[in-house]
């Protein structure tokens, strides 16, 4: 892998190498794609106010998250089908947040089993995002192995009843399974190092990925092999949800989705002990608002009673200060690290980090500040 700069370098590596539909899959947003772009435009209305003569050295990115102390405030964020931008991209992305010293979030539509990611890592570094399924014995069943490894943060993703509108999956064939046409098949053949470097190495190791955290009885896999019952989330869910969760796991639960103060209110009332400011990336509601545009006014009515964290749209190391100097105590990132993953593996998600990190760190000694602690709502600027 060259060296890429910053997060378009990244963002360019992984669509030469990816087909279409699994780069669009990760990069688009939904219907007219405004939620997305509104996510950018909410960054860019914040600016600094540098404090100046502040003697910034030295200076540090460290901070603490729950009982844990990590080396920036990022989590990578819960991604379904990482393991297609890289041979069991979810563990080359799992050991390299272990290697640089930050949370890794496992997905439920992982391609790798969170028993997978748990036996290559270290589990004090693994969390576990859950969506819940509209059979609720087996969404308890999950949560429970995620349990009995050891992980201790269950993120439950609240965002997603039905299933978006995202026009680019029905015209590349985007699923599980893959949906053929010459166009799909087409753009595979042209990129061969894909073929053979991820599709042929899981077919020589045991078979086709899939959904492997699903019960056998709704695995399908990504040529259309598998199970044929269909697994569907829960389009009922409700507060009660979340306090029969809250009662049957026994670590930190987050909430993630959160776009209004009086939701925030509520997961904090139910003993949630974290939230995720979240549309998704602008990847489910197209008109939904831009955590950067929600963020202040949750923070002023939660007042850090819970720990707030938020994602979408985060492509600066200066969009993780934004987001701290408004009431973050992290940020969750997702495509930066899956562009990274794509474009090297494992060491392309931490060169991905390392680019964030020390952006981040630019940032704080630019803008006068030592630590991330120090970083407070009077060094921004609507």
């Known amino acids: 892998m060259s060296r890429p700069l910053n997060f378009r370098d990244l963002r360019t590596h992984a669509r030469k190498r990816l087909p279409r539909p699994i780069f669009d899959y990760i990069d688009r947003g939904t219907e007219d794609e405004t939620g997305l772009h509104a996510n950018r435009q909410a960054f860019e209305r914040v600016r600094i106010a540098p404090q100046v003569l502040t003697g910034g050295v030295p200076r540090s990115t460290r901070t603490r998250l729950f009982d844990h102390e990590i080396s920036a405030p990022m989590v990578v964020a819960p991604t379904a089908f990482a393991g297609l931008v890289w041979y069991q991209g979810e563990i080359a992305l799992a050991k390299a947040a272990q290697q640089v010293g930050i949370p890794f979030c496992a997905a439920t539509e992982a391609i790798a089993s969170i028993e997978a990611i748990a036996s290559a890592t270290q589990v004090q570094n693994l969390w576990f995002q859950l969506y819940l399924w ?29 299933v978006p509108n995202r026009e680019y999956n029905v015209v590349n064939g985007m699923g599980m399974p893959f949906r053929f046409s010459p166009r799909l098949l087409g753009d595979v053949a042209l990129r061969p190092g894909w073929v053979l470097g991820v599709l042929g190495r899981y077919w020589l190791n045991g078979g086709m990925p899939s959904f492997a955290n699903y019960p056998e009885a709704y695995r399908k896999t990504l040529l259309g092999g598998g199970a044929k019952q269909q697994m569907r989330h829960d389009p009922g869910l409700t507060w009660a949800h979340i306090a029969r969760l809250r009662k049957l796991w026994k670590g930190y639960l987050v909430v993630k989705g959160i776009a209004r103060p009086g939701d925030a209110l509520k997961a904090l009332e139910l003993g949630a002990d974290g939230i995720v400011v979240s549309n998704h990336g602008g990847r489910n509601l197209d008109s939904a608002v831009a955590p950067m545009e929600t ?88």
């Open 134 to 162: 509209d059979i609720p014995t087996l969404s308890e069943a999950l949560v429970q192995r995620a349990q009995q490894l050891g992980i201790r943060t269950l993120v439950i993703t609240v965002d997603t009843p039905v």
């Open 295 to 382: 963020l202040e006014p949750i923070s002023e009515a939660i007042a850090d009673r819970l720990t707030i964290m938020m994602d979408s749209g985060i492509q600066r190391g200066s969009d993780v200060f934004k987001a701290l100097a408004l009431g973050a105590k992290a940020v969750m990132v997702g495509r930066a690290f899956l562009y990274g993953t794509a474009a090297g593996g494992q060491p392309g998600a931490v060169h991905a980090f390392n680019l964030l990190q020390r952006e981040l760190d630019l940032t704080l000694g630019n803008a006068g500040c030592r630590t991330v602690q120090a970083i407070s709502r009077s060094v921004v600027i609507r």
